[in-house]
Protein backbone atom coordinates (compact mmCIF):
# COMPACT_ATOMS: atom_id res chain seq x y z
CA UNK A 1 0.00 0.00 0.00
CA UNK A 2 0.94 3.53 -0.61
CA UNK A 3 -0.48 6.26 1.22
CA UNK A 4 0.09 10.22 0.66
CA UNK A 5 -0.72 12.63 3.53
CA UNK A 6 -0.68 16.51 2.81
CA UNK A 7 -0.84 18.93 5.83
CA UNK A 8 0.27 22.77 6.79
CA UNK A 9 -3.17 24.10 4.91
CA UNK A 10 -5.50 26.47 6.79
CA UNK A 11 -6.65 30.24 6.90
CA UNK A 12 -4.95 33.19 6.32
CA UNK A 13 -5.19 36.80 5.42
CA UNK A 14 -4.15 38.30 2.07
CA UNK A 15 -0.36 38.51 1.65
CA UNK A 16 0.06 35.67 4.06
CA UNK A 17 2.08 32.35 3.70
CA UNK A 18 2.05 29.46 4.39
CA UNK A 19 3.89 26.02 3.86
CA UNK A 20 2.21 22.63 2.29
CA UNK A 21 4.17 19.13 3.38
CA UNK A 22 3.23 15.91 1.52
CA UNK A 23 4.56 12.65 2.63
CA UNK A 24 4.97 9.44 0.73
CA UNK A 25 4.52 6.33 2.95
CA UNK A 26 4.43 2.00 2.29
CA UNK A 27 6.15 0.05 0.07
CA UNK A 28 7.63 2.25 -1.93
CA UNK A 29 10.90 1.33 -4.65
CA UNK A 30 11.16 5.70 -5.76
CA UNK A 31 9.31 8.20 -6.58
CA UNK A 32 9.60 10.15 -10.16
CA UNK A 33 7.81 13.67 -10.53
CA UNK A 34 5.86 15.46 -6.90
CA UNK A 35 3.70 17.70 -7.48
CA UNK A 36 0.48 19.82 -6.49
CA UNK A 37 -2.48 20.35 -8.02
CA UNK A 38 -5.44 22.75 -6.56
CA UNK A 39 -9.04 22.91 -6.96
CA UNK A 40 -11.71 25.57 -6.13
CA UNK A 41 -15.09 25.76 -6.07
CA UNK A 42 -17.02 25.10 -9.19
CA UNK A 43 -13.70 24.75 -10.93
CA UNK A 44 -11.51 22.24 -12.42
CA UNK A 45 -8.53 20.88 -10.34
CA UNK A 46 -5.70 22.55 -12.02
CA UNK A 47 -1.91 21.95 -11.63
CA UNK A 48 -0.12 24.36 -9.93
CA UNK A 49 3.55 23.07 -9.65
CA UNK A 50 5.75 19.90 -10.08
CA UNK A 51 9.04 18.94 -9.29
CA UNK A 52 11.30 16.07 -11.34
CA UNK A 53 13.34 13.57 -8.79
CA UNK A 54 16.12 15.87 -10.23
CA UNK A 55 14.49 18.85 -9.01
CA UNK A 56 13.43 20.33 -11.92
CA UNK A 57 10.44 22.62 -11.61
CA UNK A 58 7.65 24.38 -13.54
CA UNK A 59 4.86 26.06 -12.16
CA UNK A 60 1.69 27.51 -13.56
CA UNK A 61 1.67 31.00 -14.63
CA UNK A 62 -0.49 32.79 -11.93
CA UNK A 63 1.66 31.01 -8.55
CA UNK A 64 5.50 31.76 -10.63
CA UNK A 65 7.14 34.15 -8.33
CA UNK A 66 5.16 33.69 -5.14
CA UNK A 67 5.23 29.63 -5.01
CA UNK A 68 8.03 27.59 -4.63
CA UNK A 69 8.23 24.11 -4.56
CA UNK A 70 10.81 22.11 -3.47
CA UNK A 71 11.70 17.98 -2.28
CA UNK A 72 13.55 15.57 0.10
CA UNK A 73 14.05 12.32 -1.62
CA UNK A 74 15.52 10.79 1.69
CA UNK A 75 12.21 12.07 2.98
CA UNK A 76 9.84 10.92 0.25
CA UNK A 77 8.42 14.62 1.37
CA UNK A 78 7.73 17.40 -1.27
CA UNK A 79 6.60 21.28 -0.11
CA UNK A 80 4.83 23.73 -1.09
CA UNK A 81 5.82 27.62 0.00
CA UNK A 82 2.92 29.98 -0.71
CA UNK A 83 3.88 33.35 -0.43
CA UNK A 84 2.16 36.57 -1.54
CA UNK A 85 -1.32 34.75 -1.05
CA UNK A 86 -4.35 36.01 -2.68
CA UNK A 87 -8.06 35.39 -1.93
CA UNK A 88 -8.00 33.33 -5.52
CA UNK A 89 -5.36 30.77 -4.77
CA UNK A 90 -9.00 29.30 -2.03
CA UNK A 91 -8.88 25.81 -2.54
CA UNK A 92 -8.57 22.27 -2.37
CA UNK A 93 -4.71 21.56 -2.57
CA UNK A 94 -3.70 18.15 -3.50
CA UNK A 95 -0.47 15.92 -3.65
CA UNK A 96 0.45 13.83 -6.45
CA UNK A 97 3.25 11.69 -6.77
CA UNK A 98 4.39 9.25 -9.50
CA UNK A 99 5.39 6.19 -7.35
CA UNK A 100 7.33 2.93 -8.23
CA UNK A 101 6.12 0.14 -5.56
CA UNK A 102 8.26 -2.32 -4.41
CA UNK A 103 6.44 -5.26 -6.06
CA UNK A 104 7.23 -3.01 -9.39
CA UNK A 105 4.95 -1.16 -11.53
CA UNK A 106 4.41 2.88 -11.91
CA UNK A 107 1.37 4.30 -10.24
CA UNK A 108 0.03 8.32 -9.76
CA UNK A 109 -0.87 8.77 -6.20
CA UNK A 110 -3.10 11.29 -4.75
CA UNK A 111 -3.09 12.75 -1.40
CA UNK A 112 -6.74 13.10 0.45
CA UNK A 113 -6.33 17.56 0.11
CA UNK A 114 -6.10 20.26 1.55
CA UNK A 115 -7.99 23.45 2.48
CA UNK A 116 -6.49 26.48 1.70
CA UNK A 117 -8.41 29.64 2.54
CA UNK A 118 -7.05 33.21 1.88
CA UNK A 119 -9.07 35.80 3.21
CA UNK A 120 -8.99 39.29 1.83
Known amino acids: QVQLVESGGGLVQAGGSLRLSCVASGSIFSINAMGWHRQAPGKQRELVAY???????NYADSVKGRFTISRDNAKNTVYLQMNSLKPEDTAVYYC??????????????WGQGTQVTVSS
Open 51 to 57: ITRGSST
Open 96 to 109: NAEIIRVAGGLRSY
